[in-house]
């Protein structure tokens, strides 16, 4: 169950950054999340996110540092 929803304008978004600082795209207040955590580029029609923190991020249970990204 989603407890928040955001929408980008699409095609204008090319980098979306999610983490605590105040210039992140999405804000998250947790002390675990880095000031600006990762980042979802666009490649073409294809997104990639892009670990930036030291917490590190997951996928499917599996620590990444860039990640293709698909719907689903």
Known sequence: RS???WVFPC???VR?????D????VR???PYVSRIHLEIVRDGP????HAQGRN???VDGKSVT????VHG
């Open 22 to 25: 105040e210039s992140a795209s």
């Open 16 to 20: 979306i950054s999610i983490g605590r």
């Open 11 to 13: 095609p204008e978004v």
């Open 28 to 30: 998250l207040a947790d």
């Open 56 to 58: 590190g991020v997951y």
């Open 46 to 49: 294809n997104w990639v996110l």
């Open 3 to 5: 407890l928040q929803k």
């Open 66 to 69: 860039e990640h293709p990204l």
